[in-house]
């Protein structure tokens, strides 16, 4: 770092401040006789100290202001990104890529660190910083990666990115949209082999994740063949180890795709493991891929929910979309105009642009203890949960919303927190109108880099009824974000469906309560939420909270809940896939309170389904961003192109700040000892 210090004021200030301070002290001490006596040495000694501080103090008098430039070079950054995911290993050559590849990896960081900052990262089914690779992510989401260096590297040096990896992905938007603006050059490093090889694969099951009891439902498993033309495979369903169909498909092409349909029931609530499995043929090299399970959840009741608005918004269009989704959910739409009947028979009422013309069907609401959500509310009129006396009818501002991280009322998987942080701004009425006590929300309002404490989205109970409000215009634009990002509305679905699941589920009115799935991935955090309550149903953090897990080997393990923002939490982290049991236990109010439940972890099998190199999407990457595709072969070649690459040069950054000489407060002490000392020898010279 470099700096300086400059003077912003006339040179001649100097001068005359130097000069008057020579005047006043020479005529003090060299045209008074009184100093006829004093000693040549004392008198030039108080000279000297009078000129010091007469200067310094005219310098005070005319605030002068002194400018400090400082400047600092960043050397350029040099990223390293490796693909840490299975399908690195899944080829036949698994020990070159723990091996050899790394030892090249590792040369080339120790050449170019000669020259250039380097930082590792690593990412499959997110991107984190490191260089210790295990290969063993289940899922590969390029896209996180470059959202990763756009969100934590966007301003710094950063010369050119290195991608090392097979090309495949299975999570997230298609990284070349991305890596498009970023600014800099993306370097690929080729690995994996892309050669078809013949190959029986389940590419895809398609079903409900929720059906209703009693009911049938479809099942739709693709099946992909390559390289085994005249060939039959048969394709079996089973459901907890019983056979529940089987098709047999006549393989016509070299590479064959086809769609079996099955329809299933279940006559019980509970959750169901199936399982696929299809043929494996004499010459086939990847056989992970000839079987995939599923889990379905069945419930018994259906939850009748209504939609009520003033008049048509896309808004309802996005909500239909969703709820049709959940077999598990009969949904129903009315105009506030032409809607009479009562609303008993609803577990939830969604009121889109309520205003004060309204109230008779939010007092229903609250007569009969009927969750509702308000979506788009006019802000004349009372809204439950909100102080609006702020808020102006008539103005409004555009807010990015921004997660509350205290927020607990329902856990929010990682892709929709991602999902969250970047969604598009919504019109809101302008002002100040915070949520009242007891409410909780999950998003609050961003002005342009000003994170408010307005809500966007919150939640409330009021005497166990459940609310929950949406202050914006343009819910639906959300869905088309989360399209535009990853090609369908599974994030937004989610928001959504947790939402209703929320305020439709009845209240529960124990005084020991248990928030958790039933259903999760094994690359998930089992999460699990507590709360204790004294017999006057208030919130209590003094019992502790104990937890036993058990697989379906009957091994168990102990946990204890964690306290943190009026809560219990436990986060057990990720599990083996398989089934479990747990059992909490809680002691309060005197008593032993004990909640049992269960718990499926799905195995993610997406690195196995397809395990051949994309080398044209990397080359891609590559060419729209100004850079090249490397193979392991050609490490060397690489670092030399780096190394003499003229446009990954360090920048300068230049930084100035102003200082008035009056604030300088050592200044000050100079002159009062120069006074003091000055004031001691006039005192026994000069007897003044």
């Avoid at 590792?106 to 690779?133: C, H, M, W």
């Avoid at 509310?377 to 991280?405: C, M, R």
Wanted: charged fraction near 20%.
């Amino acid at each position: 770092m470099l700096s300086k210090i400059i003077v912003n004021s006339p040179w001649y200030f100097f001068v005359l401040s130097l000069a008057f301070a020579l005047a006043l002290s020479f005529w003090l001490y060299f045209k008074t006789k009184k100093t006829g006596e004093v000693p040549l040495a004392a008198i030039r000694g108080m000279f000297v100290l009078r000129l010091v501080s007469t200067t310094l103090s005219v310098l005070l008098l005319l605030n002068i202001v002194l400018k400090s430039v400082s400047k600092e070079t960043e050397n350029p950054i040099i990223l390293m990104a490796l693909d840490n995911s299975s399908s690195m290993v899944a080829a036949h050559d698994s020990g070159y890529a723990k091996s050899e590849l790394l030892t090249s990896l590792s040369a080339l960081r120790v050449a170019l660190q000669e020259k250039y900052s380097v930082k590792d990262l690593l990412f499959g089914n997110t991107a984190i910083p490191g260089s210790n690779p295990s290969f063993d992510e289940k899922e590969t989401d390029m896209d996180a990666l470059l959202n990763l260096i756009d969100n934590n590297y966007s301003n710094q040096n950063i010369g050119a990115l290195i991608l090392t990896s097979d090309g495949i992905y299975n999570k997230g938007a298609n990284p070349l949209y991305s890596a498009e603006k970023l600014g800099f050059p993306i370097y690929t490093i080729a690995t994996g082999d892309t050669n078809e090889i013949r190959d029986v694969q389940i590419q895809k099951i398609n079903h409900n994740e929720i059906v209703y009891a009693g009911n049938n439902f479809p099942v739709e498993v693709v099946v992909q063949v390559k390289k085994f033309r005249d060939k039959e495979v048969r394709v079996k369903l089973w459901q907890n180890g019983v056979e529940k169909g089987n098709q047999v498909l006549k393989v016509n092409s070299e590479a064959f795709i086809a769609t079996c349909s099955f329809t299933l029931s279940m006559e019980k609530a509970g959750i169901a493991k199936y399982l696929v499995t299809v043929t494996e043929l004499e010459g086939e090299k990847n056989i992970s891929n000839n079987s995939q399970s599923f889990l379905i959840e069945s419930i018994n009741n259906k939850e009748k929910i209504l939609l009520l608005a003033n008049a048509p918004h896309p808004d309802l269009s996005a909500l239909r979309e969703v709820l049709s989704a959940y077999p598990n959910y009969e949904i129903r739409e009315a105009y506030f105009s032409e809607f009479n009947t009562p609303l008993t028979p609803y577990s939830l009422v969604i009121l889109h642009g309520y205003s004060s013309a309204q109230s008779l069907v939010l007092q229903e609401c609250k007569n009969k203890g009927i969750p509702f959500w308000i979506i788009q509310p006019k802000f004349n009129t009372l809204v439950p949960g909100i102080n609006v006396n702020g808020a102006s009818a008539h103005q409004f501002d555009d807010a990015e919303p921004y997660l509350n991280t205290t927020f607990n009322l329902f856990t929010l998987s990682d892709d929709l927190k991602k999902l969250l942080h970047d969604l598009p701004a919504l019109s809101v009425p302008m002002g100040s109108y915070p949520v009242s006590n007891g409410t909780n929300s999950i998003l609050k309002q961003r002005i342009g880099v000003i994170e408010t404490e307005n809500p966007i989205f919150f939640f409330g109970e009021t005497n166990g009824l459940k609310f929950s409000t949406f202050v914006a215009d343009g819910l639906w634009k959300w869905k088309f974000k989360d399209f535009a990002e990853h090609k369908n509305h599974a994030l937004f679905s989610e928001l959504i469906g947790k939402t209703i699941q929320y305020l439709s589920v009845k209240s529960d009115k124990s005084f020991f309560r248990l928030t958790a799935p039933k259903i999760i991935r094994e690359n998930q955090n089992f999460e699990i939420a507590a709360e204790v309550y004294n017999k006057s149903y208030e919130r209590i953090m003094d019992p502790e909270i104990t937890l036993v897990l058990s697989n379906s080997d009957t091994k168990k393990f102990n946990y204890t809940f964690s306290k943190s923002s009026g809560s219990y939490h436990l986060n057990i982290g990720l599990l083996n896939p398989g089934d479990y049991t747990y059992e909490a236990l809680a002691n309060a109010n005197g008593e032993r309170y004990v909640k049992k439940g269960v718990l499926a972890v799905k195995e993610v099998i997406a690195e196995k389904i397809n395990t051949v190199a994309n080398h044209q999407i990397l080359y891609q990457i590559a060419r729209r961003s100004g850079a090249k595709l490397y193979y392991p072969t050609q490490i060397e070649s690489l670092s030399a192109e780096l190394l003499k690459n003229e446009r990954i040069k360090p920048i300068t950054y230049s930084q100035s700040s102003t200082l008035a000489i009056i604030e300088i407060k050592w200044l000050f002490w100079i002159i009062l000892l120069t006074l003091a000392i000055e004031w001691f020898f006039r005192k026994r010279y000069l007897s003044i």
